[in-house]
């Protein structure tokens, strides 16, 4: 299965500011998922990242709040833009491994005050 | 109605005891059903697929009924360390993976 590198792990950002939270997978994959999950919370898709092309965004999330980049098949990143409070959560990206589910990465807590 | 639904729990459960978790989900044309395990402050890894058929991995059972559109894990003789949160997911267009909000289970000496 893939193996994800994930970073940063946790972070406590100031309202307004961006965060950009990045992952490196050790194979190459089509696509990568980006999800928040709130505690006690189940993970919300907010994105699929395409290489190439734009990504594709979930109802309720919009390009200019999370802008997301997949420069090449290995690497993507999500950008979690003018933050408030209410984006506290934790952040995973994740890709699939054939037919047998998906491998996340380890996460990005954000706290955002 | 929410795509993906499973029983929040908490189920606290002493060793040795048998637990079952149900999920149940509500698109028809869903293709492919995992179990995953969440341990606190970490993230979600793949417990195992569920088959039409049911699998079994030693002392976890899957499950799944397509007509009533749910997917059950079994656990038999609980251990400590099968304490966590169990998430449920449903792909349902190969690349769209829809997961429950999961059940939390506590395994007690």
């Known amino acids: 299965s893939a193996v994800i590198s994930q970073k940063p792990s946790r972070d406590i950002c100031q309202r307004g500011t961006s965060l950009t939270i990045q992952c490196q997978v050790d194979s190459q994959v089509t696509m990568m998922f980006w999800y928040r999950q709130q505690p006690g919370q189940s993970l919300t898709l907010i994105a699929t990242a395409n290489q190439g092309s734009e990504a594709t965004y979930e109802s309720g999330f919009v390009i200019d709040k999370f802008p997301i980049s997949r420069p090449n098949l290995t690497f993507s990143t999500l950008t979690v833009s003018n933050m408030s409070p209410e984006d506290s959560s934790i952040y995973l990206c994740?890709?699939?491994?054939?037919?047998?589910?998906?491998?996340f990465g380890s996460g990005t807590r954000l706290t955002v005050v | 109605r929410k795509e993906v639904e499973q029983d929040p729990g908490p189920f606290n459960v002493p060793e040795g005891a048998t637990v079952a978790f149900n999920c149940t989900y509500s698109n028809s044309a869903s293709q492919s059903f995992f179990w995953y395990r969440q341990d606190c402050r970490k993230e979600p890894k793949l417990l195992m697929s569920v088959y039409s058929s049911g699998n079994e991995d030693g002392r976890f059972t899957a499950q799944l009924n397509r007509a009533s559109q749910y997917i059950s894990l079994l656990i038999r003789d609980s251990k400590l360390s099968d304490s966590a949160t169990y998430l449920c997911?449903?792909?349902?267009?190969?690349?769209?993976?829809?997961f429950g909000a999961g059940t939390r289970l506590t395994v007690k000496p």
């Open positions: 997911a449903v792909n349902e267009n190969n690349n769209d993976m829809r």
């Open positions: 994740s890709v699939q491994v054939s037919a047998y589910g998906y491998t």
